[in-house]
């Protein structure tokens, strides 16, 4: 379920970018950087939320070490995602002083709230009945939206650390700008479709 949403954001994000007419050009490029990047996320969600199944019962913010540990694996995850963009027109340095304090609000909530999901799961039910569980319609929907916003937080702040060729650098630029609003309004609608869906 995380990986369709995070999926489904990248999709909306990319498709609100294809709208702009000048960004068009550029977009191949981008589709296929947050596509990878959408996986990369995925993998390092995977990982809090098996941490998250493996602490004690009792749900709570994930202790210090772990988050620490998950921090570190997370970076190995981006090392290996840098080795998957070589081959595309562009370079990246990662901003891990802006990106941090994002990841790690990020991955404490997905933490808890797999720890909320896991102990309200009813014996015999699926993931759906497990989060309706766990989260008033709201508060699932104020949840998601939260997650995705920090999820648009830290992609903006790794496209800030991309180099591009000369020829790219306006459509990054136009594209920052469209960014911002974009991926937050995408994240609202996202959520409340989300909640409305697991709460049908």
């Not at 498709?15 to 490029?29: E, K, T, V």
């Not at 988050?67 to 901003?95: H, K, M, N, T, W």
């Not at 609000?105 to 997905?110: G, I, P, T």
């Not at 999820?151 to 000369?166: K, M």
Request: glycine letters at 4%.
């Amino acid at each position: 379920m995380n990986r369709r949403l995070l999926g489904e954001f990248s999709r909306r994000t990319v498709d609100a970018l294809r709208s702009a007419l000048p960004l068009r050009a550029g977009l191949p490029p981008l589709e296929r950087f947050l596509a990878l990047n959408v996986a990369k996320e995925v993998r390092k969600d995977t990982l809090v939320i098996r941490r998250a199944a493996e602490a004690p019962a009792a749900p709570g913010r994930p202790a210090r070490e772990t988050l620490l540990e998950l921090l570190q694996s997370a970076r190995e995850i981006d090392r290996q995602f840098l080795a998957r963009v070589v081959r595309f027109p562009i370079g990246i340095d990662i901003p891990y002083g802006e990106i941090d304090p994002v990841r790690l609000r990020r991955m404490e909530r997905l933490f808890a709230a797999a720890q909320s999901v896991l102990a309200a799961w009813p014996q015999g039910e699926g993931p759906r009945q497990a989060l309706r569980a766990a989260f008033a319609r709201e508060e699932l929907e104020r949840l998601l939206a939260d997650i995705l916003g920090l999820y648009a937080q830290e992609t903006l702040a790794l496209s800030r650390g991309v180099r591009l060729p000369a020829l790219l650098r306006p459509v990054r630029e136009l594209a920052m700008r469209r960014l911002v609003g974009v991926m937050d309004s995408i994240a609202r609608r996202l959520a409340a479709e989300a909640a409305r869906t697991v709460h049908a």
